[in-house]
């Protein structure tokens, strides 16, 4: 079992920055694949962007391309997710989750992902 946690969220200009943290414990030890996802309220469950346990392997959603940037450190068993020039459109709850899958994959398959964090708001107002 892999428990993960976010942090980070909260409310912003449009404009702004935020940097969201997902602090994974127990089963850390194997090599996971993790993404970040959002939903708007009405919407689906929507990718946003993907590294690979080895971080040679990064996949990011066309919205959020050229500013959002995925990161992690292993030894810290954390996942970061910096964003940059926040649109309001980005306003969503910000999920992220781990994957069971080789070293060097990143999946952006939600239906890959066997581990999910509670979810963090992030509010970007006009």
């Known amino acids: 079992q892999v428990q993960l946690v976010e942090s980070g969220g909260g409310l912003v200009q449009t404009g702004g920055s935020l940097r969201l943290s997902c602090a994974a414990s127990?089963?850390?030890?194997?090599?996971?694949?993790m993404g970040w996802f959002r939903q708007a309220p009405g919407k689906e469950r929507d990718f946003v962007a993907a590294?690979?346990?080895?971080?040679?392997?990064?996949y990011y959603a066309d919205s959020v391309k050229g500013r959002f940037t995925i990161s992690r450190d292993n030894a810290k068993n954390t996942m970061y997710l910096q964003m940059n020039s926040l649109k309001p459109e980005d306003t969503a709850v910000y999920y992220c989750?781990?994957?069971?899958?080789?070293?060097?994959?990143?999946?952006?398959?939600?239906?890959?992902?066997?581990?999910w964090g509670q979810g963090t708001q992030v509010t970007v107002s006009s």
């Open positions: 989750a781990a994957a069971q899958v080789p070293a060097f994959i990143a999946t952006m398959k939600t239906n890959e992902y066997d581990y």
């Open positions: 590294i690979s346990w080895s971080g040679g392997n990064i």
């Open positions: 127990g089963r850390t030890f194997r090599p996971y694949s």
